[in-house]
């Protein structure tokens, strides 16, 4: 369907036309009419898609949408008939698909009814007093285009091929023609503030192992270090020397609401300011600033104050389209008061704002909306507040429905009235002052109850309600059910991240003595399964209805994902709350008073989980070792664990995920790590000339780590070689290593895999070298090889790649020579002196046979001379 509403919307760039309503005539006018026709793909495949593309060379303006009720007949080989009605837009062309089932000869053409022009059709740019080129009251006649003949085959035929996932490192932006990258190129709004809360992130690729692409200073962070000197070092001891910097917990967030919008995070520099405080003490707003860093290269692009002195609340991504124009917008949002002002992420550059926003539960809307639900349940109203119906609405009420600027996007400079931005108002049934609003599921339902979160007082009387959100049936209640407490004096509550499947219908509570679930029906309120029978761990009873992030249950792929305080992951199926399995996050060497490691669910992405550790007030000496983890969300078994490497905040946002990327604050070093696969780069050399068959040589070359974080001047002081590649197993200790400055690993330490080949130059011959493991300290490897022929060769280096690294290859190239003929050896002494006895004993031989041979000479001479005599006598 994109593709038949780019065709007409190209169109209007051509054929715009505004209209002028005038009388009708006195008496009929009649217009000949002259439909057009095109039929792609031709031929085409049984089951493939066709576009059926017409309509006419007439187009129509506001408020005549277009043409109505035109057909599209389409005579099948089989002798039956297939008609398709549509309707055209204002460019008087429209469109329909069809999908032939069997091969053949199809006919079609479009068949254009007579209908009424009721308004005056005139041309955008005709002069003043120009005639209408239709005029209002013109009857358009009955007509039928030309028949094309489609040809269907068995055969499909070719559509685009597409393409694969990514093969090596990728950056943004990604050409919008590579479609397929969409599941990996996820970006982070925060824009969801009060509603259906989840850690559920799709549209991202998961890594697979604890790979550091760069990390950011953000504030003073890590060891303290001593500061009494002198002789007062040996009797007043620096109480505070082996411990660290504030980080945030509690209360004071340093990393809050960090927003990616394509490939680019935004972050506040500063922590927020209390200006209660500060404004009773007659101080002044300090300066704030937002920072953007292109993810994919640790670059920082800008770092500059909003507007006066604000705070980067959330992102927005949103799709307009209209007849005039159809693509995405992306602003970073502050808030002020009532106020919410839009800045250019690419500058920071102010470009409009909204005053009078409604405050309620803000989501987004299908095409990147700013939608508020403002629920008043004391008075029994609902309603629904829209950014992008501010915009129109404005324009419509400046311009009307008919001019140009109702339909663009130019809200640039403007601040808007929010009291236009309203969609609609219902009434809805009235709750008491113990009821308040659960979670909002856009588009769906909101929940509701009278239970309290872990700091109220137990609800004896939990009553559980739904509203109904969903078209055509906005304000409907779609239940009221009291709910027996299944053991006296417990806390129920719905857990503070709001565990809710739309998509399985069911919704989840939790009792906070007993640390167990229950399941309810998202339509019904009825309970559908429950109690939980797996026991999770004690220490969960001060997590499991707390707030956000730490009641933190999530559902995702069928399945409820529960974690807390007590150290303990775990899965049940969503559907019967059957128990599937547990993760206990050991602490190996009880650095944590009470045993496991607390940690909250963090993200579910790409069929795995990933948890760190965080605390509500975590106290300077911070306990060693908090654990990174990655598990597998069918299996929970570990995909990867480094302790020490991060350890998350409670109140300074948690981590988040985009383009495939963790980014995530740590406090032990306050800084913002970003986690992923990196690139690397692979060398490799041998002897250029020299070489002859069979001769070994020295193949020799390294891969490297060159992830943006390497080429920070503190790593590359530590390694002026550069960073090694080594295995996935070994990732964990070497990035301790590498960003921690924790010791070097020794003993199990292995590099990566390279394969080696030879190609020859001019006639493409392929040897297979083999291959070797690199040196995980220096990342060099090392082969020795025997040309086994001649001829100029490329010698090619590829590492394949893993879990932690993008693949990389080099090439150099030898030349192989024959061997040179084989030189005499020179006798040795004994040699020499051998063949002088053997010459000594021989010699009175030699003398003598020479005699002889002269004798026989001397008398064969004579015998021939006496021979001739007798002849003469």
Known sequence: MKKIISVFFVLTMFLATVSVVSPAC??????????????????????????????????????????NNLKAVIERPDGKVDTLTFNTFTTGIGAVTYTPSIPGKYKIYIHFPEQVCEIDITPLLAPPGAPPLIKAGTIMKESKSRVIELIVQEEPVPTYPGFPPPQEYWTRPIDPQIREWAWIAGNWLGMQEFAYYTRYVPYNMGPEAPHVLWTKVLDDGGLIGGSVGGQLADYLPDEIAGLSYEHGDAYEGKFVNPVVINGILFYNLYPAQDMFTT??????????????VDIHTGEELWRRTLGDNE??????????????????????????????????????????????????????????EILIYVINLAAGWLALWNSTKVVQQTFLDLFGPYYFYTYSWRPHGITFNGAKGYEWNRTIPRFGPLFSV????????????????????????????????????????????????????????????????????????????????????????????????????????????????????????????????????????????????????????????????????????????????????????LPRGAPFICLDAETGEEIFRVNGLLRTTRWGGQPIIADSMI??????????????????????????????????????????????????????????????????????????????????????????????????????????????????????????????????????????????????????????????????????????????????AITPLITALMVLVVIAILVGVYSVYSIRKLKLK
């Open 663 to 840: 980014i995530t604050f740590d406090t032990y070093s306050n800084m913002v790590f970003a986690i992923g696969k990196g690139p690397t780069k692979t060398t490799v050399d041998a002897p250029k000339t020299g070489v002859t068959v069979n001769s070994a040589i020295v193949i020799c070359g390294t891969v490297m780590d060159v992830s943006p974080g390497t080429k920070d001047p503190k790593i590359a002081l530590r390694f002026p070689n550069g960073v090694p590649a080594v295995a996935d197993e070994c990732m964990g200790e070497w990035m301790l290593y590498v960003y921690k400055q924790f010791p070097r690993p020794t003993g199990n330490m292995k590099g990566v895999w390279v394969k080696l080949d030879a190609v020859n130059v001019y006639t493409g011959e392929y040897i297979d070298i083999g291959g070797t493991f690199t040196d995980p300290y220096s990342g060099m490897f090392t082969v020795s090889w025997q040309p086994p022929k001649e001829g100029l060769w490329w010698i090619i280096a590829s590492f394949p790649g893993s879990k932690s690294y993008w693949p990389s290859c080099a090439q150099t190239s030898i030349a192989v020579t024959a061997p040179p003929a084989p030189t005499p050896t020179p006798a040795t002494p004994e040699q020499v002196q051998t063949v002088q006895t053997t010459i000594e």
């Open 279 to 292: 404004s009773m003490l007659g101080g002044v707003a300090i300066e704030q600033k937002v920072v953007a």
């Open 26 to 67: 006195a008496q009929a006018l009649y217009k000949e009419t002259y439909p057009v026709i095109s039929v792609k793909p031709n031929p085409v495949g049984v089951g493939q898609t066709v576009y059926i593309v017409g309509g006419l060379p007439d187009q129509t303006i506001w408020p005549k949408p277009g043409w």
């Open 438 to 621: 659960e979670s909002v599921i856009p588009f769906d339902t909101v929940l509701i109850s009278n239970t309290q979160w872990s700091g109220g007082a137990p609800q004896p009387k939990p009553v559980f309600a739904a509203i109904s959100l969903k078209p055509g049936e906005v304000g409907r209640l779609k239940f009221n059910v009291s709910w027996p407490l299944p053991k006296p004096d417990v806390h129920v509550d719905f857990p503070g991240s709001q565990p809710v499947d739309p998509e399985n219908r069911v919704f989840v509570v939790a009792v906070k003595e007993t640390r167990e679930y229950y399941g309810f029906d998202l339509d019904t309120g009825r309970q559908i399964w429950g109690p939980t029978t797996h026991v999770e761990p004690d220490f969960n009873v001060y997590t499991i209805i707390y707030l956000a992030p730490w009641g933190q249950s999530v559902c995702a792929y069928g399945k409820l994902f529960t974690g807390g305080y007590g150290g303990e992951i775990n899965a049940y199926d969503i559907k019967t709350g059957k128990h599937l399995w547990s993760y206990t996050v050991t602490d190996p060497y009880n650095e944590f008073a009470w045993g496991n490691w607390p940690t909250p669910i963090c993200l579910i992405v790409d069929r795995k989980i990933y948890i760190m550790h965080m605390e509500h007030s975590g106290n300077p000496p």
């Open 311 to 368: 705070r980067l609340s959330f992102g927005q991504i949103m799709y307009w389209r209209t007849m005039n124009m159809e693509g995405a917008f992306a602003y970073i949002w502050t808030s002020v008061g009532t106020t919410l002002k839009a800045y250019d992420p690419f500058t920071g550059r102010w470009e409009w704002s909204i005053s009078n926003v409604p405050s309620g539960t803000r989501v987004r809307g299908p095409n990147g």
